[in-house]
Structures are given as structure tokens and as C-alpha cells.
């Protein structure tokens, strides 16, 4: 065990009752599409009320609710949101081990689509505030449990439908929210990066234009296949600027050994050619850290309006995801696309996709120190830095409604490392290590003591 002064009867009995729980959370199956969410809501929603406690289910489309309870201390103060989603990502079950919807426990596992995203912090939040319950509340403010659709392709429900229909119910001061949260071995220390913030999303089409006409006829002018193949190999080929930011510093300074790279690293001027340094030399490293450094163009999708093979299209239409970092916005990516595209033989126009302006929250705050206190108080060698998601998670959506809201991403591995974790998120095999669970549903409770007015 990496955890340090824990009563060992003490986590058997969470791994027993979040390894459950979870279990019969993977066996709903709420991929999404289409969802279903509104099975695991009434599954929570039953739960809770076998232990006394009530909450609301609450959302639409009917099939696609979410479950919201509050939990009200011993005298009035902030509020933390324990959040998790239900919805999972499809899994193909010809390529799993075993069914991905079974709930399988096997050798300390609990195996499934949604073990590591994020259906183990939905049951280890749910069990946190059971405990909290059971014990009196022993805090001043508001503990908020939330289990909420719709956060893997984000249309509209789940917390936005929250946030416009039912703000009173998800109203807060801090927010706990899903995040990379496995360490990062570095010698005896175990380093745990904590999400302040997150990029944004700036995805776009390019309509690519050209003429109708037979294939037979290969060198006419105006295929507008060919003019889209140039678009492509000039978007890959554009540098983006360098963006060396605060988002960046702590993986740098606590992972990158060698001292000049990581002075280059802090370096706009030199960044560039230290990240491919990197890339070298800890290829894995590098992975981390580059998406942190900027806008981010990746052409993933392809398509013509032509259904003959023998038939050049008038149109192509080339699908681009673009990240955006935290404080940035299209209008830049806009002027980064016309500079690729500049003197690029094709006649093409901009439609933007999905546009979501990346946020952050202020960092250090009580509330980073809480989540610090308790993780080094329990983690032997636990050592606590900051960076940004990469991704995207629906604390997004709640930094944009509430002004000053603390919204941190971390739910902590302390057995199984960030390596071994993020490998298996969104793939085949998904399965998490029940006594990872069990902690994090201890570390659930004691961050709401510790941040709330009692020391755990």
C-alpha cells in the first residue's frame, strides 16, 4: 500500500462498499449515444434512500436525467460539489476480455466501460457523503453529491440543463470534478497533478470547393480532392505558436531533470526545439507537456459530397479538432488557419464546429491547500503540483455560470500510476483497482472535513 496511518479495517470495508456499488454502476449501460443516464439517477436516487438520505431526479429528455442530493452541515457556509458523470463512452465487447458491461470483480479489479471514466468517482463520491451523513454532517456549509448526464458529447444536458433549469441545485463555492489524478513515480516521491483549468475548443470545417467532372478525365482542373489534400498537408505542416504558461510550470519543474532543458522549456524563444528534445529523450514525458504549450490543429475527418468513385466532387469537407488554451479564443485560430492556408491553391470556407472557450480557477487557494493537506497527510511521498486538462470536463461549464467558483479536476490513484491509468480511459479492458476506488472515496470525505472546518 502507497497510504500511510489508514485503518486497514477501515478501507476493506470502502473497497467492499464502492467495489459494489461501482459494479452495479458499470452494469447499466449508458453509452452515449444514446445515454440512458436516467437508470443510473434512479439507481443512486435508491441507493441513498436505502441509507436514508434523498435527492432529486432531475433532467431532460425523461431517458436522460441526473441525480443531485445536498447534504446540509451543522451550521451554515460554503459549498462543495462532489461531481462525477454517468454516461460512458461505446465500447465494442468483440474486443474485450471479457463483456465491457459486466461489472466484472476479479483479482482486486472492477472491470467495465466506465471503471476509470468515471463511474468510479460517481460511486466513490456516493459513499463519501453516505459517510459524511452517517457521522452527523460534522461541517459548516453544504456537501452537494451529483451524478449528471451528458458530459461525453455535451448537447445541452446533464449539468448545462442544471445550470438553466436548476440552478439552485448545483449553486457552489468549490467544485471536485473528474481529472488525471494518477501519480507520477518520480524516484520516492508520488507526484499528483491537480487540474485548475482546462483548454477550450475551437473545432472547425473547412468546405473545400471545386468542379464536377469525370474521372476519366484525370488532369482537369478544379478537383477539389487534390485542393483538399493541400489544405490538409498545410494545416499539418503550420507551426503554432508557443504558449509558455503557468499551466505548463509544475510538470516541467518536477519532472524535467536535465536543468537547461527545462530552462529552454520556460522559454518561448527556444520551447519549440526543447520540446522535440524532449520528445527524444522521454517521449511519454513529452506527451504530457506539449499540449500545454498552445493551440493544438488535428485533421480528423475527410469527406466528399460525391457518392461515384468516378465522379470529382464539388465539395470536401475537411473536420478539424482544435484545442484552445484557457484565456484564448477562435478569433485567434481563425487568423492561425488564413496564415496555413495563405497561397494554398484550393477555393475552401470556415464553418465553426463546436467553439467552447477554455477557463481557469485561481490557484493556490484554501481549497488546493485542503486537497493538498489531506493527500499528504495519507500518500507517503505525495507531492501536489498544477496543471490544466487537456481535454475537457463539465467543470468547464460551471466556472463559465458561477463567477469565482473553485473547480478542481483530481480523483488520486495512489496504487496505480498515471502510465498504467490513462492507458486504459476511453479503451478495451477499461478496469480500475478497487483499493484506488476505496481511497478516493476516503479522500472524498475527508477534503469536504478538511475544507469545511474539520480537520480529518
Not at 461531481?83 to 468483440?94: F, S, Y
Not at 467495465?112 to 461541517?139: E, M, Q, S
Not at 493544438?296 to 466528399?304: D, E, K, L, N, Y
Amino acid at each position: 500500500m502507497n497510504t500511510a496511518g489508514l485503518d486497514p479495517a477501515l478501507m476493506a470495508d470502502l473497497e467492499r462498499e464502492t467495489g459494489e456499488l461501482l459494479s452495479q454502476l458499470i452494469q447499466i449501460d449508458t453509452s452515449n449515444p444514446p445515454g440512458n443516464e436516467t437508470a443510473v439517477a434512479e439507481l443512486m436516487a435508491a441507493w441513498f434512500r436505502g441509507h436514508g438520505l434523498e435527492g432529486e431526479v432531475v433532467g431532460e429528455p425523461a431517458d436522460r436525467a441526473s441525480f443531485v442530493l445536498r447534504l446540509e452541515g451543522r451550521q451554515p457556509g460554503p459549498t462543495l460539489l462532489l461531481l462525477a458523470h454517468e454516461d460512458v463512452v461505446p465500447a465494442d465487447a468483440a474486443e474485450w476480455q471479457v463483456p465491457p458491461f459486466s461489472g466484472l470483480i476479479r483479482d482486486g479489479y472492477v472491470w467495465g466501460r466506465g471503471a476509470v471514466d468515471i463511474k468510479n468517482v460517481v460511486a466513490a463520491n456516493a459513499v463519501a457523503v453516505r459517510r459524511l451523513a452517517a457521522a452527523g454532517a460534522p461541517f459548516d456549509g453544504t456537501v452537494t453529491y451529483a451524478c449528471t448526464a451528458d458530459e461525453e458529447r455535451a448537447l445541452g444536458g446533464g449539468i448545462r440543463w442544471l445550470i438553466e433549469h436548476r440552478p439552485d441545485l448545483v449553486r457552489c463555492d468549490y467544485v471536485l470534478n473528474e481529472g488525471d489524478g494518477a501519480h507520477i513515480p518520480c524516484g520516492d516521491r508520488r507526484l499528483f497533478m491537480l487540474q485548475s483549468g482546462e483548454k477550450g475548443t475551437a473545432q472547425f470545417r473547412l468546405v473545400v470547393h471545386g468542379r464536377s467532372g469525370h474521372g476519366a478525365v484525370p488532369l482537369r482542373a478544379g478537383n477539389a480532392v487534390v485542393a483538399a489534400a493541400r489544405v490538409v498537408e498545410a494545416l499539418a505542416a503550420r507551426e503554432l505558436p508557443v504558449l509558455v504558461e503557468e499551466s505548463s510550470r509544475d510538470l516541467v519543474e518536477l519532472l524535467v531533470e536535465d536543468a537547461e532543458l527545462r530552462r529552454r522549456l520556460r522559454d518561448e524563444a527556444q520551447a519549440r526545439a526543447a520540446l522535440e528534445d524532449l520528445a527524444e529523450r522521454e517521449p511519454k514525458l513529452a506527451d504530457m507537456i506539449e499540449p500545454l504549450y498552445g493551440f493544438a490543429f488535428a485533421p480528423t475527418i475527410v469527406r466528399s459530397n460525391s457518392a461515384s468513385i468516378n465522379v470529382f466532387p464539388t465539395e470536401v469537407v475537411v473536420s478539424v479538432d482544435c484545442r484552445t488554451p484557457a484565456g484564448h479564443d477562435e478569433s485567434e485560430v481563425e487568423a492561425e488557419i488564413r496564415a496555413a492556408l495563405d497561397g494554398v491553391d484550393a477555393r475552401w470556407e470556415l464553418e465553426w464546429v463546436n467553439v467552447v472557450r477554455g477557463n481557469a480557477s485561481a490557484y493556490p487557494t484554501p481549497f488546493s491547500d485542503a486537497i493538498r493537506a489531506v493527500l499528504q497527510r495519507h500518500v507517503s511521498h505525495a507531492e501536489l503540483g498544477n496543471t490544466h486538462c487537456v481535454g475537457f470536463t463539465d467543470s468547464n461549464w460551471l466556472r463559465a455560470a458561477l463567477p469565482g467558483v473553485v473547480a478542481y479536476n483530481f480523483d488520486p490513484h495512489v496504487e496505480e500510476c498515471h502510465a498504467d491509468v490513462i492507458a486504459r480511459a476511453h479503451n478495451v479492458d477499461e478496469r480500475i483497482l478497487i483499493r484506488d476506488v476505496a481511497f478516493q472515496a476516503f479522500f472524498a470525505e475527508h477534503v469536504a472535513l478538511e475544507l469545511l472546518g474539520r480537520r480529518s
